[in-house]
């Protein structure tokens, strides 16, 4: 007897449609698995054997082979045990044809005949929609993110045994499932009014956020840079549908979809990913032996935040160069190369020496060459991709309470969303959503100035000697504070704006040529 059953193997976040082959065949028992397999895939015959055992079924004393197709695909990875459960079902007709015909099948195996959770089930889910495949079996702690998608009917199975009884039942379809989850609005703890002064911080948050505009901040010890960081995503729109999806991936591979979604509510506020500056290289970008997603993709659509940015190890900075600029990271492996998306804003706080309050000199313990060594721990490629840098300063405690209160968060992210639905209906039909991301082929199509302001921009590039990078980056920022504004052209007060963004790189840069 033949079989055969349709499973997928997972590339980052791209899911690839494999069939697994069963055949029976007289002769001396044996249980053979063949098909380029990675060895956790090898051992999934003595779960399979032992599970179906402990179901219910013996396995005939026979010759039963299993092959996976295509060959010349590495299959990796534990997910595939119910696949090869069915198959051999199939085989020994044990269960109907039809069913599997119109199914792609995943799952791990206890030797109980439990069916175990695994990662990955939305693109999975993703692949099955785009395949056209109707129906989809899944762990049954997978079901609520194979269940986001519309368009695939999702059957969740407990057991080997319940999986059985599901496809030899009347009308499989009816034990689909479908989790139907709500949107919600994070309530934040955080506030931007709670941050006194500061108004030069605060505003640069609001651009960054506005534009998804790369950010980093310094200044001396209890300035306020964490204060400030900590409530960016207080002021970040929701994200689109197609946003969530793409995110929603992301944690589906990385087995950590349960963080989005809780109950029945799905989390549509941008993720915040604040790593330690402990974390490894992995641990940043992804990687590992059965590869995940590291800290950058978990960030995906939202924010990166880097405090003591110096303090991270120089390897963990450099690496960020790549993603910065794609967007997404590469990862190679002997069965294939991994790809996962990263597209967040990095915002990045430090303090500007080793003791924190350079260039105070009354209170800096630092020789000119420490503050210096210390400053360049942050590589000139590095700072090219950041497009504002923003001083902050301590306020005494005595001014600080005759400051008012400022804005609060939700009046800030009103602004910040209309900025983020100019952008939405003016690069609709482009490959980039936000004004950060404009490329130099397009900046004279959106950047559109006016002449005095050109005048104005010709004038300070020329004496603070620009490079094109460092102008294009002042106008895309130009261009987020004339969004902001809802100003179609950008005016004179948005280049003046823009530019004092780029003065502190300037002052504790000082010498790099670009500023
Ligand atoms: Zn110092």
Redesign the pocket.
């Known amino acids: 007897m033949y079989s055969i059953v349709k499973s997928a193997v997972l590339r980052g976040v791209e899911g690839i449609l494999i069939q697994v082959e069963a055949d029976i065949s007289p002769g001396m028992p044996s249980f053979e698995m063949v098909g380029f397999l990675a060895s956790e895939v090898k051992e999934a015959k003595e779960r399979v054997r032992i599970a179906l055992k402990n179901s219910g079924i013996l396995l005939p004393p026979r010759r039963i082979t299993i092959n996976f197709m295509p060959g010349d695909l590495r299959k990796s990875g534990s997910w595939f045990d119910l696949a090869v459960a069915a198959a051999i079902l199939r085989a020994m007709n044990e269960i109907p044809e039809g069913i599997l015909k119109r199914s792609l099948i995943f799952g791990e195996v206890g030797l109980n005949g439990e069916v175990l959770p695994v990662r990955g089930m939305l693109p999975a889910a993703v692949l099955a929609r785009d395949h056209q495949i109707p129906l989809m079996f899944v762990p049954e702690s997978n079901l609520q993110e194979a269940s986001v998608l519309d368009g695939v009917v999702v059957i969740p199975v407990a057991s080997v045994e319940d999986f059985i009884r599901i496809c030899k039942s009347q009308n499989p379809e009816k034990s689909a499932c479908r989790v139907r989850t709500t949107q919600k609005q994070a309530e934040y703890r955080e506030d931007y009014s709670e941050i006194r002064g500061q108004r030069m911080v605060k505003r640069a948050c609001e651009i960054a956020a506005a534009g998804m505009h790369n950010l980093l901040m310094i200044g001396p010890p209890g300035s306020g840079k964490t204060m400030a960081a900590k409530r960016l995503p207080t002021i970040l729109p929701n994200m689109t549908k197609e946003e969530m999806l793409s995110l929603a991936q992301v944690y589906s591979v990385s087995g950590k979809f349960q963080v989005l979604q809780e109950d029945d509510v799905f989390q549509i506020q941008r993720p915040f990913q604040a790593p330690h500056h402990t974390i490894t290289a992995q641990g940043m970008c992804g990687g590992g032996r059965y590869p995940v997603p590291g800290a950058v993709s978990l960030a995906h659509k939202g924010v990166l935040f880097l405090d003591e940015f110096p303090e991270f190890p120089r390897p963990v900075i450099e690496l960020l160069r790549q993603p910065l600029e794609d967007k997404k990271i590469r990862i190679a492996r002997l069965e294939g190369t991994y790809e996962y998306p990263c597209d967040f804003l990095l915002l990045a706080a430090m303090n500007p ?6 260039p105070d000199l009354k209170k ?3 020789t000119p060459s420490s ?1 210096r060594r210390y400053l360049s721990k942050i590589s000139r490629p590095i700072l090219d991709r950041i497009d504002m840098t923003v001083e902050t300063k301590s306020i005494p405690a005595s001014e600080l309470f005759r400051q008012k209160p400022g804005e609060s968060s939700e009046q800030i992210r009103r602004r910040v969303q209309a900025a983020h639905e100019i952008q939405r209906q003016r690069f609709l039909k482009k490959d980039y959503s936000f004004n950060s991301q404009i490329p130099s082929k397009d900046m004279e199509c959106w950047c559109e100035v006016n002449a005095e302001t050109q005048a104005y921009l010709e004038e300070l590039s020329g004496r603070e000697s620009f490079s094109a990078r460092g102008y294009y980056k002042l106008l895309r920022t130009a261009r987020t504070i004339a969004d902001l504004e809802g100003s179609e052209k950008i005016q004179m007060c948005h280049a003046t704006e823009a530019s004092a963004f780029r003065m502190a790189k300037r002052k504790y840069w000082e010498g790099q040529d670009e500023l």
């Open positions: 020496c080793r003791c924190g309050y350079y800096c313990r630092c503050v």
